[in-house]
């Protein structure tokens, strides 16, 4: 099964992870897989993905976000509550 993530990429769901793929590509890359590229549809299914900026947990891409959660994962939230925490003390030190 294919279908369009977001206005610039699609993926590909006949493997165990699935594939992303820019909208340029028509066919999957997957080895053996014969998907091609979905028609453009009018609605597009906006999938929640992790809040973390930096996160690349998906193959180089921001991860699908889990069930419930801001966060792909427990990493992807620590870093990012470190991150906060380094933000929050950089601006009391140059208030100061």
Do not use: L
């Amino acid at each position: 099964m294919v279908k369009w993530i977001d206005e610039d990429h699609w993926i590909c769901e006949n493997h165990f992870k699935s594939v992303r793929m820019y909208k340029s590509v028509g066919q999957c890359e997957g080895i053996g897989c014969t998907a091609v590229r979905p028609r453009k549809s009018v609605t597009v299914i906006r999938e929640p993905y992790c809040s973390w900026f930096k996160c690349r947990e998906d193959n180089g891409f921001r991860a699908r976000a889990r069930k419930g959660s801001k966060y792909c994962n427990d990493k992807c939230r620590k870093a990012f509550a470190r991150h906060r925490y380094a933000e929050k003390k950089r601006r009391q030190k140059s208030k100061v």
